[in-house]
């Protein structure tokens, strides 16, 4: 009788398997969005989780912004008088409620995705990548009652679309959206290791608000701070909530050519783009940092 002995060195693979590799080991953003399919399971299973038990459902998507818009307004706009300031307050702060909120979300989401998700890690080998993408397009779904309450409201004031606004606005939101993603893939992986970063979130989200021209408009800060108003738009989050305003709410006044003028910054587009070229590459950034770090993942979750 023969007997097959495996002669392969320590460092040589048994035969038949040099075209095998794990199916983890190709992980990253592309190998996200090839495996669609996965990534669809998984966006279906947190809107279900989210709306599991509840009478209403989606109608709390419609309800909770439109709530914290009424609050907004009456407190800022009535009480405090920033209705006699700027035109079309309401549009004003939605406009930018409507978007912020979708970042923070997908921030704070994003971060807990792999924690949260650590049963199916251990499981099941796909891009680790795939859950906070996923926390991102939940994200921008539960956007959608908020973007039509808006468009809603605007066009009830007047709103008529024009070209620059709409590229403005589509400019905003990809900054939204890919910043989000960014941080979430780095604060996702960082909070496998410490669990504080769900906190840091948290706390850097509450100073999100106040750090953009929600509640006061930019003409405000150029007026307090003149020459240095510029290293205001140094935030890629100030820069994409004016781009969505230049959407939404410019069209709205009475002049939008004065308002385009007074209300936002003379290199509005050319700092969008430094902007979006900016979160790309902190977007790449955070994609090898990730990288790097997920192989630990398995021992620390």
């Known amino acids: 009788m023969t007997t097959l002995v495996d002669r392969s060195g320590p460092n040589e693979r048994p035969s ?6 794990s199916p983890a080991s190709t992980s990253g953003l592309l190998e996200v969005f090839r495996r669609r399919y996965v990534l669809r399971l998984l966006v279906k299973r947190e809107l279900s989780a989210r709306y599991q038990g509840s009478f209403l459902g989606m109608v709390w998507s419609y309800i909770q912004p439109l709530v914290r818009f009424l609050l907004y307004y009456f407190v800022i706009g009535e009480i405090i008088g920033m209705g006699n300031v700027v035109e079309n307050f309401a549009i004003h702060v939605f406009t930018a409620m409507v978007f912020v909120n979708y970042f923070t979300e997908s ?5 807990r995705s792999i924690v949260r998700n650590s049963s199916i890690i251990k499981k099941m080998a796909v891009p ?3 859950f906070p993408v996923a926390s991102m397009i ?17 066009m009830i004031v007047g709103w008529q679309p024009d070209p620059v606004g709409l590229a403005a606005g589509l400019l905003g939101f990809l900054i939204f959206t890919v910043l989000g993603t960014a941080l ?5 992986a960082a909070n496998v290791f410490a669990r504080d970063f769900s906190n840091v979130v948290q706390t850097l989200n509450q100073f999100v608000q ?13 007026a307090r701070f003149g020459e240095f108003a510029h290293f205001y738009l140094l935030n890629p989050l100030a820069e994409a909530v004016l781009l969505m305003q230049r959407c939404f709410w410019v069209p709205t006044t009475d002049d939008p050519t004065l308002s ?6 003379p290199n509005l587009f050319p700092i ?16 090898l940092v990730f990288i790097r770090l997920e192989k630990k993942f398995p021992e620390r979750l």
């Open 16 to 21: 038949g398997t040099e075209g095998m590799q």
């Open 107 to 111: 921030f704070t989401a994003g971060t």
């Open 128 to 130: 680790r990548e795939m």
């Open 138 to 154: 939940v994200s921008a779904y539960h956007t959608i009652p908020g973007m039509v309450i808006l468009l809603g409201a605007s």
């Open 184 to 188: 979430a893939l780095l604060f996702s």
């Open 210 to 222: 106040f750090s953009v021209p929600m509640i006061y408009p930019y003409s405000l800060v150029d």
């Open 260 to 265: 385009n003028l007074t209300e936002m910054p």
């Open 272 to 287: 969008g783009f430094a902007h979006l070229a900016g979160t790309l590459v902190v977007l790449v950034i955070a994609q």
